[in-house]
C-alpha cells in the first residue's frame, strides 16, 4: 500500500502546490491513499468547504486537522457532515468533525487515518496517549493499516508518542513546527516515523506568514495582523509504503521538493 503524506497546506500558495503537484504524485508514485494536512489551507488559518472540495479535486483522499482547525466558524457544518475530515482525536467529543476515517483503496485493503495532538506546550484537552490506546481496538478491527498525523510541538513528546506505538501502528508522522526533520525511520518493530513532516507553502518566511511582521511582533511584542508569504515555495510531505497484510512499513522517503 503506497501512501502520501503532505504537511500543513499553508494558505493558497500552498493550495496552489497541491493543484500542480500532487497528480504527478499519486501517478509517479502509484499512491493508494494520499492524506493531507488542511489546518492552515485558509489564510494559513483553518479551512473552508470550497477549499476542502478543490484539495479533494486536486486528488487528497483525506485531510487531518491540528489545532487550527476551527478558525473558521463558517466551516463547522461542513466539518459535522465530511467524514474525510478529521478533527484531533483527542479533542473534547463535544467538539465538531470527525476522530478517524477509513479508506478503501482500490485492491481492497482498508487504512484507517487518525490524527491527534500533543499536549506539551498545547492546550488542548486529553492525552493522545491513552485516546490513541482506547480507540485502537477499534481501528484495528477494520484494518492492520493505521497512519497516524501527530500534530505537536516538542519533540521528544513526538519521539515518546513514535516509541509508545511501534509496532501497534503502521505510522507516526509528525506535523504543526511547518519545519521538517530529517530523521525519517522505520521503527524497530515496523512503524513509520519522523518528527515533522513540515510545510507545503511558502518557507521564506516564518512558519508561513511574512517574516517582516513576525519579527515586528517579536520586536514589539504588539499584536499583528498575520499575512501569507509568498516566496520560496515547498512541497514537503513523506512518502510510505505498507505491507497491507501486517501494517507494517517497508519504505520511506521524506519529500522536499522547491517549487
Ligand atoms: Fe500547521
Ligand atoms: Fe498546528
Known amino acids: 500500500m503506497n501512501i502520501l503524506f503532505i504537511a500543513d497546506i499553508f494558505g493558497k500558495p500552498g493550495r496552489n502546490i ?70 484531533p482525536a483527542n479533542y473534547p467529543l463535544k467538539s465538531i468533525g470527525n476522530r478517524y476515517f477509513i479508506k478503501t483503496c482500490s485492491d481492497g485493503h482498508k487504512l484507517a487515518i487518525i490524527t491527534l495532538t500533543g499536549q506539551a506546550f498545547m492546550n488542548t484537552g486529553d492525552s493522545p496517549f491513552n485516546i490513541l490506546d482506547e480507540l485502537l481496538p477499534e481501528l484495528k478491527k477494520e484494518t492492520k493499516c493505521v497512519f497516524v498525523d501527530f500534530h505537536a510541538e516538542s519533540t521528544a513528546e513526538k519521539r515518546a508518542f513514535g516509541f509508545y506505538f511501534d509496532g501497534r501502528v503502521s505510522a507516526v508522522i509528525g506535523t504543526h513546527t511547518h519545519i521538517q526533520t530529517a530523521d525519517e525511520e522505520i521503527l524497530p518493530l515496523g512503524t513509520a516515523y519522523m518528527t515533522d513532516a513540515g510545510m507545503t507553502g511558502p518557507h521564506n518566511s516564518v512558519i508561513g506568514v511574512i517574516k517582516e511582521i513576525a519579527i515586528s511582533k517579536f520586536l514589539t511584542g504588539m499584536p499583528k495582523k498575520f499575512e501569507v508569504a509568498d516566496q520560496g515555495l515547498q512541497l514537503n510531505g513523506i512518502y510510505i509504503k505498507l505491507n497491507p497484510v501486517n501494517g507494517k512499513a517497508v519504505q520511506l522517503e521524506r519529500i522536499r521538493a522547491k517549487i
Request: contains cysteine; glycine residues 8%; proline residues 1%.
Open 18 to 87: 497541491i493543484k500542480q503537484r500532487v497528480k504527478p504524485l499519486i501517478s509517479s508514485y502509484d499512491i493508494d491513499v494520499c492524506i493531507a494536512n488542511c489546518e492552515n489551507a485558509a489564510s494559513g488559518k483553518g479551512i473552508t468547504e470550497k477549499i476542502a472540495e478543490d484539495l479533494f479535486d486536486a486528488g487528497v483522499d483525506v485531510l487531518t486537522g491540528g489545532n487550527h482547525l476551527w478558525d473558521r466558524k463558517e466551516v463547522y457544518d461542513y466539518l459535522a457532515i465530511e467524514n474525510r475530515i478529521l478533527k
